[in-house]
């Protein structure tokens, strides 16, 4: 066609439109892929090269760059390597990096290292540089973390005595699982000289002058947190390696049991029902359907020879569940999903409970509360906490207001249907929080000690986890006692009919 009508032309213009809004979602999506939160890490022995604080000779002053910047320069070369120096990210090792000269420059460097007057400032790359750049937008800026060498020593006019053996500690960022030969990203580092007092024959201090070689010794150790081991031993990163965890072959079993229940809700609120409606029982069955038998010898109560409700005693402990789990997974759990307006400031309606979590987590710091998408921590295989999450605040809390509403409300008991779902809310409350106690076996013990570990399974987990399970165990109770009056009632039928 030659001429374009008004439909086609406005139909070009609606998919301009769309196009620039897809271009902009994706700019938008890519941009997002390198978020500082979800940097690249470093991989299990990845090398990470130190670079140092370009200093004079004369003065010890650092020197600038034209721009007016810190100048870093490599870390000098290691006879062993023929490379500047560098350590490899989890590798705890004894490494050895003999500078081959110390020239007259160096020496008076030395000196001022050793008096203090001018620290051995380096610097880490926190992350390894990222593989993807976004055109248009500016380049990514790596972070770096300090690193100081303390060197230790004596001097003398003619000489110094330098103590050779460093100690070197590295600290990851903190991870919820922790693996060996896990990935990671720097969090902090230190370096300092050991026995630099020490001068008698065969320690690590060398007597060094202009001309010698200076062979430095590296213990060098890493720590999966930024925290210290509290007892004697070395703290190691746990998992059993490979792609297979124990909490791998455990969250198999829980998927398991997880399809038993919903097979099982299926069946008891599904066919079950639908078979029991097509015969003709001549009374209120327990599950609600059929006609007119007299059920109140079995502690049912009828109405309207329709529902038929339980009253069990039990029923004002469950109301008491529902009434303490709802403002906790309301006012706690969900608390920092508000905007912080609500919870941030003293006089935010909302801010007592800010207050009571803040004060939980700087006591136990529990890192499945204080767990967020913003926070996790790419590769460390916490993605399970957003389900439990998402979980609670779609099902669980639902059924707790209905729970709630139901027994305090109405005041009628529970029906067959109620007791289905109320089976159902037990079992995935109680299965979600034995995950949480399992995972807490998997804490780092340089952070969580035996004994707030032992408070977390028993004073707060254990009664998420026992509450529902006998709240499961009542309501399978209960719908097995309706099942019974069922077949009962379908064998007096029978038994009619051959009569």
């Not at 062993?80 to 490494?95: R, S």
């Not at 100081?148 to 919820?176: D, E, R, W």
């Amino acid at each position: 066609m030659l001429f374009s009508t008004p439909n086609s032309r406005s139909r070009r213009q609606w998919l301009v439109s769309l196009a620039a809004i897809a271009t902009s979602l994706v700019t938008n999506i890519l941009a997002a892929e390198i978020a500082p939160h979800e940097l690249p890490s470093y991989h299990y022995g990845a090398p990470i090269r130190v670079e140092c604080m370009n200093r004079s000779s004369e003065t010890g002053e650092h020197i600038e760059t034209p721009a007016h910047e810190i100048q870093w320069i490599p870390f000098p070369m290691c006879e062993e390597t023929k490379a500047p120096l560098e350590f490899n990210y989890g590798i705890e090792t004894e490494q050895n990096c003999t500078i081959p000269m110390i020239d007259d420059p160096f020496f008076h460097l030395l000196e001022f290292y050793i008096h203090s007057d001018a620290p051995l400032a380096c610097r880490l790359p926190a992350h390894p540089p990222p593989q993807v750049e976004i055109v248009g937008e500016k380049p990514h800026v790596t972070e770096y973390i300090p690193l100081v060498f303390a060197l230790a020593g004596t001097l003398q006019l003619s000489h110094m005595h330098i103590s050779t053996h460093m100690n070197v500690l590295l600290h990851s960022t903190p991870k919820h699982h922790l693996h060996k030969k896990d990935s990671g990203v720097l969090d902090s580092a230190t370096a300092y000289s050991t026995s630099p007092l020490t001068h008698m024959e065969g320690s690590s201090t060398r007597r060094l002058v202009i001309g010698d070689p200076l062979p430095l010794q590296f213990s060098v150790r890493w720590f999966p947190t930024p925290e210290l081991p509290r007892v004697e031993g070395k703290v190691e990163w746990q998992g059993m390696g490979g792609h297979i965890y124990a909490s791998t072959v455990f969250y198999a079993l829980v998927s398991f049991g997880a399809g038993v229940c919903v097979s099982s809700v299926w069946f008891f609120g599904s066919v079950l029902p639908q078979r029991l409606k097509g015969r003709s029982l001549g009374g209120a069955t327990p599950l609600g359907y059929g006609m007119g038998v007299d059920l109140t010898t079995f502690g049912y109560r009828s109405t309207n020879n329709m529902a038929v409700y339980n009253e069990s005693r039990l029923n004002y402990v469950w109301l008491a569940w529902f009434a303490l789990s709802i403002p906790i997974i309301l006012f706690i759990d969900a608390l920092h999903f508000y905007p912080s307006s609500w919870y941030s400031s003293p006089s935010a309606p909302l801010h007592i409970f800010h207050l009571v979590r803040q004060d939980y987590i700087a006591q136990y710091n529990d890192p499945i509360v204080q767990w967020s998408p913003a926070t996790s921590v790419p590769g460390s295989h916490d993605s399970w906490i957003g389900l439990f999450l998402y979980l609670e605040f779609g099902f669980t809390l639902p059924v707790g207001l209905y729970g709630f509403f139901k027994l305090a409300v109405k005041r009628k008991g529970t029906t067959g249907r109620d007791e289905l779902l109320f089976l159902v809310y037990a079992l995935e409350t109680a299965l979600t929080t034995l995950v949480c106690i399992y995972d807490v076996g998997y804490w780092d013990p340089a952070v969580y000690s035996e004994e707030v570990r032992r408070t977390m399974i028993l004073q707060f987990f254990g009664p998420w986890f026992l509450v529902p399970s006998i709240m499961a165990v009542d309501m399978a109770r209960r719908i097995l006692g309706r099942i019974k009056v069922a077949d009962e009632a379908m064998e007096e039928t029978e038994r009619r009919k051959v009569q």
